[in-house]
């Protein structure tokens, strides 16, 4: 079992279900995730407990998300718009795993890398990566950790 | 608190001449990335009594530069990882001593690199003040960015 595993899949699941209405479904670790480029949200964690979550997506997964919380025809959500759902929904997510950590922890503002971009922490491990189904496709999310050494 | 220029201006010459060994001035033609060009770009979140963050933006080919000074290696040895290693250190630096500036208590986050042809991207905050450097015939950018109040 993971670092905080079954808490995060616990409110993964919860935001996804109530912000959004859609029911996810837990990846086996086995799960080759698609080589395709993904849209990245991360928010950081800092206090007694220092790291980062990041939510890993497929772009067709964003626009499907973006449409359902803004309420947006097929295709038409900007990019603006797609930063602010991820961004709240990798917000909500860590908000509810920061309060499972040693406290006090503060939580960032979230930070976003577009499709082809990338993103690293350096000086941090990853300690959690929980795969999910979300309507037919799939995504990630990852805890990193301020590794010590 | 002022729009920290004066302070972005001394704290990343400095930074990078202690560093570095390079002298890096403040020029008014601003660093607007073509498109295309790969960008490195580091950012540390500030939380507390201010909140915001503080993040670097240059051209990869000096992002490689300074990480083969950092590591007192080739262009040719650096990885990667260094490479950003290198840059989430400047900017580490960079936003510990902008976090000095601000009311206390406030905490400073672990950096983030992101690889990005379109910059940056922290919805939910706005520029404070950005101040664009020359070093070498590289341009780069230090910006100070706060959050939205809801």
């Known amino acids: ?149 | 608190m002022g729009d920290f220029e004066t302070e972005i201006c001394q704290y990343t010459e400095s930074i990078w001449k202690s560093i570095l060994d390079l002298d890096v001035h403040k020029t008014v033609d601003e660093y607007c990335p073509i498109g295309g060009e790969n960008i490195l770009a580091g950012c540390v979140h500030i939380s507390g009594e201010w909140e915001g963050a503080v993040s670097i933006d240059c051209p990869m080919d000096l992002a490689k530069k300074v990480a083969s000074i950092m590591f007192n290696m080739t262009d040719e040895e650096v990885t990667p990882d260094l490479i950003q290693d290198a840059l989430g250190e400047l900017t580490n630096m960079t936003g510990g001593n902008i976090k000095s500036l601000l009311p206390e208590p406030c905490f400073l986050s672990l950096p983030a690199v992101t690889m990005t042809q379109h910059g940056l991207r922290i919805p939910g905050s706005e520029l404070v003040k950005s101040v664009t450097f020359q070093c070498w015939g590289y341009k780069f950018k230090v910006s100070v960015l706060k959050k939205l109040k809801n």
């Open chain 1, 1 to 149: 079992m993971q670092f905080l595993e079954k808490e995060i899949q616990k409110y993964t699941h919860l935001v996804c279900s109530i912000l959004l209405d859609f029911e996810i479904s837990p990846l086996p670790d086995s799960y080759e995730m698609p080589s395709a480029k993904m849209f990245l949200g991360s928010v950081q964690i800092t206090g007694e407990w220092n790291g980062a979550i990041m939510l890993s997506l497929p772009s067709t997964l964003v626009n499907t998300l973006t449409e359902k919380m803004f309420s947006l025809e097929s295709g038409k959500a900007s990019i603006e718009e797609k930063k602010d759902a991820i961004g709240e929904m990798v917000n909500m997510i860590g908000g509810n795993i920061k309060a499972l950590l040693p406290q006090p922890c503060a939580l960032s503002a979230p930070l976003m890398a577009l499709e082809g971009d990338s993103l690293h922490f350096p000086s941090t491990k990853m300690v959690t990566h929980c795969k999910f189904e979300c309507a037919g496709k799939p995504f990630a999310l990852s805890l990193y950790e301020q590794d010590p050494s």
